[in-house]
């Protein structure tokens, strides 16, 4: 079988080859995982080529952004536990399956809600780190490598060299801001939020349509 080539307008800085090395058709819950993977993947790569994870960062001109390193988990926050300021909790929400892709079809529509809620040292980094992570995920900072639009791509990551399987499409992305707060951590938190539509037949899909966003 040869596999078709695919764009790469869901690519990130470092990504796998957008290439599609190998058999494209996953379902379950190994599909869920790949595209749980992918997304953080994505949104740590391009924070890591802002300089978001430096000791210090100065931008120019020299005083523009000034911070301590930033963190990135793949966990909800604990509210139990006071948080380290600048941490990053990435995590899913509900997945829903609205039907059919379009009338006559066997494609579904998956849309899987996701958050990143920020907790910053300050108002100005807060904005901006929420800010960064809406662009990156709208696909609006080319300088990182992400500027091919609200895409992000999906890979096989258990492969020996992990290679493309489809691609999401970035829905709705919202930044909100707590009205109150009830520890001193949380006064600079903020929640970046957004749906990942995927669309798919089952295990056996092998078509090519999913690899031109």
């Known amino acids: 079988m040869t596999y078709p080539v695919v764009a790469d307008n869901g690519s990130w800085p470092g990504a796998p080859s957008s290439l599609a090395l190998g058999p494209i058709g996953v379902a379950g819950g190994l599909r869920d995982r790949f595209i749980f993977n992918s997304l953080w993947e994505c949104i740590n790569a391009s924070l890591g080529g802002l300089g978001w994870f430096n000791a210090t960062r100065y931008d120019t001109p020299p005083g523009v952004r000034q911070n301590r390193p930033v963190t990135l988990t793949k966990e909800q926050v604990n509210w139990d536990v006071e948080i380290v300021p600048n941490t990053i909790a990435f995590a899913p929400e509900d997945v829903s399956d609205p039907g059919a892709w379009e009338l006559g079809s066997d494609y579904r529509e998956n849309r899987w809600g996701f958050y990143c809620t920020v907790i910053a040292e300050s108002e100005p980094v807060s904005i901006q780190l929420a800010g960064d992570i809406r662009d990156i995920l709208r696909g609006k900072l080319p300088e990182v490598g992400r500027g091919g639009g609200p ?26 801001r707590m009205p109150s707060y009830s520890q001193k951590w949380q006064r600079y938190m903020r929640d970046v939020r957004w749906e990942a539509l995927d669309y798919y037949d089952s295990s056996e899909d092998s078509s090519d349509w999913a690899f031109s966003p």
């Open 151 to 176: 895409f992000v791509d999906v890979f096989r990551w258990d492969a020996a060299t992990p290679y493309k399987l489809t691609y999401l499409e970035i829905e709705h992305v919202a930044i909100s």
